[in-house]
């Protein structure tokens, strides 16, 4: 089975802030992939960045990075200097073999002018 | 490029009633997915077809169904609706399906069902 959890039901900061969504992961497979996606309130789902179990490099993509991390099996996300326009929901999300794609329960952000 | 496209957008049923939802995925895209986002909770798998024939279920009653068309473009329906149907119903389109495959996932806008 395959499962993720997002513990963070709701946060909220002032903008500027940095903030860091948790995302944590549970599969049996060696071979799997990890999303994040943001669902801005007109509510179609935008996707952020993929990550396959044999890569385990962080990456910074302007104000996100991903933090990867096997031995916990944990895929966190960070915002820095948040902004305004990063309110959202944020759905981490798990790939493996054929099954479609397991999401997370959302953590919503809430970024305070 | 146009990206994945439902329709309705928005619908309002009665209790027993059936509905069927559109969508149409990414131009080249041969996988469909349905998801459920149900007020306040997270994304629900609901089907899964690639070329044409269904390639996986999740744990949802058989009053909900589908189909993928040749054109790859696919139909959700649900029959006897109840009250706890009411939701975003998402559709997401991928072009790689195959064992393994990474399945970047690119979502429609939804169609927001409403049952009275």
């Known amino acids: 089975a395959q499962k993720v959890t997002q513990a963070q039901t709701e946060i909220s900061v002032v903008e500027k802030e940095d903030v860091t969504l948790d995302c944590v992961y549970e599969?049996?497979?060696?071979?799997?992939?990890l999303f994040w996606y943001k669902q801005p309130p007109s509510g179609e789902l935008v996707f952020l960045i993929r990550r396959n179990s044999f890569d385990e490099q962080n990456e910074i993509s302007g104000r996100y990075s991903w933090n990867f991390q096997k031995s916990t099996s944990s895929f966190n996300f960070t915002i820095t200097a948040s902004q305004v326009v990063d309110s959202a929901v944020y759905f981490c999300a798990l790939k493996t073999g054929r099954r479609a794609l397991t999401f997370g329960s959302g953590t919503r952000l809430q970024v305070q002018p | 490029e146009a990206g994945v496209t439902q329709s309705p957008t928005h619908l309002i049923k009665t209790r027993g009633q059936q509905v069927t939802l559109r969508c149409s995925p990414i131009?080249?895209?041969?996988?469909v997915y349905w998801y459920q986002q149900a007020l306040g909770l997270g994304l629900q798998f609901l089907l899964w077809y690639d070329e044409g024939e269904e390639r996986n279920r999740g744990n949802f009653p058989p009053r909900f169904s589908g189909r993928q068309f040749p054109n790859y473009s696919s139909e959700l329906n649900v029959n006897a609706l109840e009250l706890e149907d009411s939701a975003l119903y998402l559709c997401a389109s991928s072009l790689e399906s195959g064992q393994g495959a990474a399945g970047e996932l690119f979502f429609g806008e939804g169609s927001r069902l409403t049952v009275l």
């Open positions: 131009s080249g895209h041969t996988s």
């Open positions: 599969t049996r497979d060696t071979t799997y992939y």
